[in-house]
């Protein structure tokens, strides 16, 4: 381990900083920033999840990101959260939230046997090498309970490299990344949606149609269309069922 002024002084900053963080802003200026002058990473991303290990799914989650865009768009719209090796690996029992360069568990996954699941993991590698900030990667998980609830948190970048000091280092900033996303998951939750919004979203969870909300609320229709288009902006939604569901994942709504 070599340990330098510069890295103590990295995660001073990072802790003081971790509980000032209530929005994806400050969690870039706060402690990103700060992380880059250790780190030569181009992209990263923190995940706040819980695990259904038995159907290999996402049950809840809360995100905050850099990642490419369309890459985001291929991930949920291949299901690749069932597959995706760096994320089994974080929730499975032998290898619980441990430090991984990516390289190190692609090269795990070429060399096993191979099966359905082998397959699909290699299909993803694949997927990756489209992406040059994706072409190196380390991840740290942290707080991961019994119930497969915790924080996967991951750099990636063209010059990332295998820094010696990563995995000591991830694993003492990891604590506080964890509390600074914590935080803004509680804020997030709070301001994401007015109550108006909410309500129309809850009575959509409910099977109520357009009209029938309009009714319920006593407002027009076309308030109703307005804060769904609203709802969709800020849940990042295309349809009803989908506006539902990522509810249901950011914790906004509960499961029937």
């Not at 850099?66 to 290898?95: C, H, M, V």
């Not at 604590?175 to 709070?190: H, Q, T």
């Amino acid at each position: 381990m070599n340990c330098t002024k510069k890295h103590i002084e990295l995660i001073e900053k990072v802790a003081d900083h971790a509980h000032k963080c209530s929005n994806y802003k400050e969690l870039e200026e706060l402690i990103i920033q700060n992380m880059k002058e250790v780190f030569n990473f181009d992209v990263w991303i923190a995940l706040l999840i819980c695990w259904d290990k038995k159907n290999r799914a996402v049950k809840e989650y809360y995100e905050a990101s850099q990642f490419p865009k369309l890459w985001k768009f291929e991930y949920l719209a291949n299901r690749y959260g069932s597959i995706d090796p760096i994320l089994l690996r974080n929730f499975n029992n032998e290898t619980l939230g441990k430090f991984q360069f990516w390289h190190d568990t692609y090269r795990e996954i070429e060399q096993t046997e191979n099966s359905k699941l082998i397959a699909k993991q290699r299909r993803f590698i694949q997927a990756t090498a489209k992406y040059p900030v994706l072409s190196h990667g380390l991840s740290i998980g942290y707080n991961i309970s019994e119930d497969q609830c915790g924080m996967i948190f991951s750099l990636a970048g063209k010059n990332l490299g295998r820094p010696p000091e990563a995995q000591w280092l991830m694993a003492s900033l990891a604590p506080y990344i964890y509390l600074a996303l914590s935080n803004m998951r509680r804020v997030g939750r709070k301001c994401l949606l007015t109550p108006q919004q909410f309500n129309v979203l809850k009575l959509l969870q409910q099977g109520y149609k357009k009209p029938a909300i309009a009714q319920e609320m006593g407002i027009k229709e076309s308030t109703v269309k307005y804060h769904l288009e609203r709802v969709f902006e800020r849940l990042g939604a295309q349809t009803q069922a989908q506006a539902v569901s990522i509810g249901i994942a950011k914790g906004l709504l509960q499961h029937d």
